[in-house]
């Protein structure tokens, strides 16, 4: 499968490896300050968090609550500045309990 624009491949891998780091100033790093991040949780519905102050503290909240997290690509498909990211996460909360979701990011 082709994939294109390795400038917007690389800024995709820098989040998510800031991400699975638990590293939120390097995943705000790569955004823009117009910021949106939608998250597949609670279902059926989803949350939306957007703005500089909203988006950094749904990261901090979130690398609190978990001990062990694991972002894995499943696949990168990029056009321009447009990608998106079939992905798998799984973690491991505070309290023992462990989850997994798998969605698609789409990222401009």
């Known amino acids: 499968m082709q994939r294109t624009d390795p400038a917007t491949i ?3 891998r ?9 590293e939120v100033d390097g995943v ?3 955004m823009t300050g117009d910021r949106v991040v939608e998250t597949p ?3 059926p519905d989803q949350s ?18 978990t001990s062990s997290i694991a972002f894995a690509t499943e696949d990168m498909f ?3 500045d ?3 990211v079939p992905w ?3 973690r491991v909360g505070q309290d023992g309990q462990s989850g997994r979701v798998r969605s698609v990011d789409y990222s401009k």
């Not at 820098?14 to 638990?22: D, P, T, V």
């Not at 749904?58 to 609190?64: G, I, M, N, P």
């Open 14 to 22: 820098r989040y998510n490896e800031s991400f699975n780091q638990g």
């Open 10 to 12: 690389g800024i995709v």
């Open 48 to 65: 939306r968090f957007q703005g500089q102050e909203a988006v950094p503290a749904l990261w901090q909240d979130f690398s609190q609550s």
């Open 78 to 80: 990029a056009s321009g």
């Open 28 to 30: 705000m790093a790569v």
């Open 88 to 90: 798998l996460f799984t």
């Open 82 to 84: 447009r990608c998106l």
């Open 41 to 43: 949780i609670p279902p």
